[in-house]
């Protein structure tokens, strides 16, 4: 259950990260479950393990990090469309 639950955690992680810049991560619920857990590992990694935890994810370095990741993403996928 706990993958599940982490799963649905990365995915809204990934969704709120997408809304909250304006651009949305390619693949769709996958890409937004992809986002949630590279981003968690990001800002994790970068900001430490503070703030309230659910689904094995320490939300607010998790959502730094999604935000930083679809960045990075989306700046990629705008300079290749060039």
Do not use: H, Q
Not at 16 to 23: E, F, K, L, Q, V
Not at 69 to 82: D, E, N
Request: hydrophobic share 55%; no cysteine.
């Amino acid at each position: 259950m706990s993958l599940i639950w982490s799963l649905i955690v990365g995915g809204v992680l990934g969704a709120i990260a997408g809304s909250i810049m304006g651009r949305d991560i390619p693949g769709g619920i996958i890409g937004n479950i992809i986002a949630g857990f590279i981003g968690s590992w990001i800002g994790t990694s970068l900001l430490g393990e503070w703030g309230f935890e659910i689904g094995g994810f320490y939300i607010i370095p998790a959502l730094i990090g999604a935000l930083v990741l679809i960045f990075i993403v989306s700046f990629f996928l705008s300079r290749t469309k060039r």
